[in-house]
């Protein structure tokens, strides 16, 4: 999880670049706060996929063979 701050930063970073642009430094900044955040985003849906059984309406697991190999292959032992 990114911290606070840092949320608070990227989002301080957002609005100034919208009112009145960023330096060559916030640019950096914001790029490098970005790509932190999205690497979080996205540990954290593959967290969640590893956990995901899809159901019919009759309860019938229909979990796309593409998932369930990600799943097997993700296993924690």
Known sequence: MLSKDKLDRINVLSKKSKEEGLTTE???EQKKLREEYLKN??????NQL?????L????????PQKLRDYQ??????
Do not use: I, L, M
């Open 26 to 28: 916030e640019k950096a």
């Open 41 to 46: 985003v996205r540990s954290s849906f593959k």
């Open 50 to 54: 590893s956990t995901v059984t899809v």
């Open 56 to 63: 019919d309406p009759e309860g019938k697991d229909v979990t």
């Open 72 to 77: 097997d292959r993700n296993k924690k032992h």
